[in-house]
């Protein structure tokens, strides 16, 4: 049995959700940045977020990064 050994940093989750403002509407609605769907506005429809393969292409406003406690840090000890 081999054990591997201690990586010196944590790794967490890259993907994030995102605060966005609708320009047809001015709807404000958290999306995830990484959609397989389109997303679209809960109140007029209109398009917010396209898929594309990986990191969805966001068409409108992002006004902030909704915070996360998964972040990259070091390891103590």
């Not at 049995?1 to 995102?18: C, H, I, Q, R, V």
């Not at 966005?20 to 917010?48: P, R, W, Y």
């Amino acid at each position: 049995m081999f054990m591997k050994a201690p990586d010196k940093y944590e790794y967490w989750p890259t993907s994030k959700f995102l605060k966005v403002k609708c320009h047809d509407c001015m709807n404000e609605q958290v999306i995830f940045n990484k959609a397989n769907i389109i997303v679209k506005c809960l109140i007029c429809g209109s398009t917010l977020a396209l898929p594309k393969g990986g990191k969805a292409r966001v068409k409108s406003k992002v006004l902030a990064v909704v915070d996360s406690k998964y972040r990259k840090r070091e390891r103590n000890g």
